[in-house]
Each structure stands twice: as structure tokens, then as C-alpha cells.
């Protein structure tokens, strides 16, 4: 049912957990399916130098919330605004359409990172 890289990501999360001095904290929650994801992460010189998430949720929303945090780190926030779910759902070797939704919900807190990021930037 789920690709290789949505289970190796769901059985070995990369990035998980929190990050005590963060510049950015957000969290972004899908309302239908009542999937929780949140983010902290350090961002200097216009980068994401760490990242970290958590989320609860089912098995794809955690392989895309891991795959996403090692996507971007060392990018550019600038790079960053044109990730999008169709993405995630290619580099993870697709997910049924019923799971789309975990892509949806990863892209959405990447983008209330970096409206935070912009605010307090």
C-alpha cells in the first residue's frame, strides 16, 4: 500500500523532536483527518540551518513531515516557498489519494515557518 520511502521514513523519522532556542516555532493541523504537525527550527544568514518536527498523525503525515525537514534544511527561504505537495508525493514514491493529505499538511506548516520567518525577519 505505502512506497519504500514512506515506510523507511515512517519507521526511521529523520529530524524528529524539538529545538529549545528556535527562531521559529509553527504548528498546522488538518481539520478533517485532525492530524497535528509542528515545527521548530533555527534560521540564520536566510537559511534553515536545523529542523526538527513532531507530529500526530497518521503513517504518511510522519514520512512527510520527515521528508520535508530534510528537504529544506541548508536551503534558502527564498527556495523554499515552491515546495509543494505534488513534491513531497513524487519524492516519496507516491502515496494513495486518500493520503494526500499529509503532503498538504507539511507544505502548510513549511509555509506558516516562513511567514514567521518573514515577520521576524
Not at 488538518?30 to 540551518?49: F, S
Not at 534544511?73 to 527564498?78: E, G, M, P, Q, R
Request: hydrophobic residues 50%; charged residues 20%; glycine residues 4%.
Amino acid at each position: 500500500m505505502y512506497s519504500e520511502a514512506v515506510l523507511d521514513h515512517f519507521h526511521h523519522p529523520r529530524n524528529v523532536g524539538e529545538i529549545a532556542d528556535a527562531s521559529v516555532v509553527v504548528e498546522a493541523s488538518n481539520p478533517v483527518c485532525g492530524d497535528l504537525m509542528k515545527l521548530w527550527a533555527v534560521v540564520r544568514d536566510d537559511k534553515v540551518q536545523t529542523v526538527k518536527f513532531k507530529v500526530a498523525g497518521c503513517v504518511p503525515s510522519v514520512a512527510c513531515g520527515s521528508w520535508m525537514t530534510e528537504a529544506i534544511l541548508s536551503k534558502s527561504i527564498k527556495d523554499l516557498a515552491a515546495l509543494t505537495p505534488k513534491d513531497i508525493i513524487w519524492a516519496l514514491g507516491d502515496l494513495p489519494l486518500a493520503s494526500h493529505h499529509a503532503a498538504a499538511l507539511a507544505v502548510d506548516a513549511l509555509k506558516r515557518l516562513l511567514a514567521q520567518v518573514r515577520i521576524s525577519g
